[in-house]
């Protein structure tokens, strides 16, 4: 059973920068895809960003440019940099990984950008 392991989040200016890193653990070998989706207030969870374990990314056309997501296989990391954040970037993250069939979440982390 893997487990999805999430930090980073928290409350932050607009303009400003937030990193969230998620770490799997328990099992976590073949992971396969790893991304971040995330779910404002009265919104269904749509996806933000998401790699291949090869590195290839994809990005929703709402944080491209602004948001970049890499990868460190050896430690089952995903890293997320947030910058130039705007309010309607408010919302709970939620990291997911992929392995095989099965589908993993993490508990999810705040991100909240106000003034």
Known sequence: ?????????????????????????????????????????????????????????NYADSVKGRFTLSREDAKNTVYLQMNSLKPEDTAVYYCRADQRENVYWGQGTQVTVSS
């Open 1 to 57: 059973q893997v487990q999805l392991v999430e930090s980073g989040g928290g409350l932050v200016q607009p303009g400003g920068s937030l990193r969230l890193s998620c770490t799997a653990s328990g099992g976590a070998f073949s992971i396969g895809i790893m991304g971040w989706y995330r779910q404002g207030p009265g919104q269904q969870r749509e996806m933000v960003a998401r790699i291949t374990p090869g590195g290839s990314s």
